[in-house]
């Protein structure tokens, strides 16, 4: 079974804090994925990624950032936390399957920011 | 970019019954996929398909590609309570979005 775990799974940050989210998945996957999913929006891409060291935006990357060291952990970076970030964040791993990557989600982060 | 209708928005069903649920989208796909997602936690694939006209099953779950490929549908059978939860249908998105999700239908089992 694939396996995608994130470090925390509730969080509660005051504004202004870096902060950081990591995801480790076990099953050797190239690309890695992190959302946010707010009640009524759906899940929103914030940043992908290919390859190690590689990123890639997607529809809402502002006010975060990435880092792809490993191939097994894709961090998510939230340089300066603001309230408007409070969400639920699942980080994704996947593989291309046709034109499309099969993707599996870990458990996800509840990120509170006060 | 493709955009994915999903419905019903959500459903209250006596436990034992059959669910349909489906998902529509403006373009053609090569792939549909299938999660679930219970309160609280990320979502779980539940059934990929890659051929248009496939109808694959994964327990009381059976997922169909239409053959338009513009549309896909999630079947339940004999409906339980662990069964509550939100389904999304994902689909091959473009440009900075390798995947499209609908909006999910909120299932909820009454007992």
């Known amino acids: 079974d694939v396996k995608v775990t994130q470090s925390s799974r509730y969080l509660v940050k005051r504004t202004g804090e870096k902060v950081f989210l990591e995801c480790v998945q076990d099953m050797d996957h190239e690309n890695m994925f992190w959302y946010r999913q707010d009640p009524g929006l759906g899940l929103r891409l914030i940043y992908f990624s290919y390859d190690v060291k590689m990123k890639e935006k997607g529809d809402i990357p502002e006010g975060y950032s990435v880092s792809r060291e490993k191939k097994e952990r894709f961090s998510l970076i939230l340089e300066s936390a603001s309230t408007n970030q409070t969400s639920m964040y699942l980080c994704a791993s996947g593989y291309l399957a046709g034109v499309a990557d099969t993707q599996y989600f870990g458990p996800g982060t509840r990120l509170t920011v006060l | 970019g493709q955009q994915l209708n999903q419905s019903p928005q959500s459903m209250f069903i006596q436990e034992g019954e059959d669910v349909s649920m489906n998902c529509t989208s403006s373009s053609i796909f090569n792939t549909w996929l299938w999660y679930k997602q219970d309160p609280g936690e990320g979502p779980v694939l539940l059934i990929a398909l890659y051929k248009a006209g496939e109808l694959t099953s994964n327990g009381r779950l059976t997922a169909q590609f239409g053959i338009t490929r513009k549309d896909s549908f999630l079947n339940i059978s004999a409906s339980i309570p662990s069964d509550v939860g939100i389904y999304f249908c994902?689909?091959?998105?473009?440009?900075?979005?390798?995947?499209?999700f609908g909006k999910g239908t909120r299932l909820s089992v009454i007992a």
């Open positions: 994902a689909g091959p998105g473009s440009g900075n979005t390798p995947l499209v």
